[in-house]
């Protein structure tokens, strides 16, 4: 799974370029017996198999010999302090990050309490696998490091880096249909244009996730849209 997600995009040729690097670590290479498991029934009973903390032991032991101590090890698990991007943000000043992926019915207790040091989740669902969130964390903490994204100023702007959604984007055509772009956008004037989408990003903000504007790092111009946009709801 995280072959495959890992030879794309800008984290793909980060890797090819050496900018990034990704080791993958199949755990059945650190099971005891010769079937290679990695996962037994449930102590007390119940649906179900657990993963066995033996093989992430000697796992994170080799990664430790190869690699060097990580600064963090992650266990991904729909138990931990949910994924954002201050989340990311701390992960990147990171030099070693060893990230464990679970599946089945969970991991053994013995692997929260002797081997990771963070545990995080990327939202309030359950999936197959830890897989899937250890590509997400991957993908946005690779964003992160420099020369990975090639233009700076697109992670610069991205939503959640101020704490506010992103405003509007639009490309050619201009017309679609009877759908146009906003005319601030093709009028040329930069100071009008910035204006917009700075107000676009607070409006959308306001709507659709005002929580975010609690913790938001705003201007005074976007402090003063806030208050325009909240005398106009009232």
Same mark, same amino acid.
């Given at each position: 799974?995280?072959? /495959? ?16 690097? %990704? ?8 099971? !005891? ?22 093989? @992430?032991?000697? !796992? ?9 101590? #990580? ?6 698990? #729909?138990?931990?302090?949910? @994924? ?30 002797? %081997? ?11 999936? /197959? ?30 939503? @959640? ?11 050619? #055509? ?7 772009? #906003?005319?601030?956008?093709?009028s040329g004037h930069h100071a009008e244009i910035r204006h917009w989408r700075k107000r676009e990003a607070v409006r959308r903000t306001l709507e659709r996730r005002p929580e975010l504007l609690e913790r938001a790092v705003l201007d005074d111009e976007e402090r003063a849209i806030l208050r325009e946009l909240k005398d106009e709801a009232e």
């Amino acid at each position: 799974m995280l072959e /495959s997600v890992l030879r794309e995009g800008v984290v793909g040729r980060a890797i090819e370029r050496e900018v990034l690097q %990704v080791a993958l670590h199949d755990l059945r290479d650190y099971s !005891a017996d010769r079937h290679r498991s990695v996962d037994d029934v449930s102590y007390g009973g119940g649906p179900g198999m657990v993963m066995k903390s033996e093989p @992430f032991f000697k !796992a994170v032991a080799a990664i430790r010999c190869r690699h060097g101590d #990580p600064d963090a090890v992650v266990l991904l698990s #729909p138990q931990g302090r949910v @994924f954002c991007h201050e989340e990311a943000v701390r992960l990147r000043r990171l030099r070693h990050v060893a990230l464990l992926c679970g599946r089945y019915e969970g991991v053994d207790e013995r692997v929260r309490e002797q %081997v990771a040091t963070d545990e995080l989740s990327i939202g309030d669902y359950v999936l /197959s696998g830890g897989e899937l969130p250890a590509a997400v964390v991957i993908d946005a903490v690779a964003r992160l490091v420099p020369g990975v994204v090639g233009d700076a100023r697109s992670v610069d702007e991205d939503s @959640f880096v101020r704490g506010m959604l992103d405003y509007p984007h639009y490309t050619r #055509p201009a017309q679609v249909d009877a759908h146009g772009v #906003p005319d601030v956008l093709l009028s040329g004037h930069h100071a009008e244009i910035r204006h917009w989408r700075k107000r676009e990003a607070v409006r959308r903000t306001l709507e659709r996730r005002p929580e975010l504007l609690e913790r938001a790092v705003l201007d005074d111009e976007e402090r003063a849209i806030l208050r325009e946009l909240k005398d106009e709801a009232e």
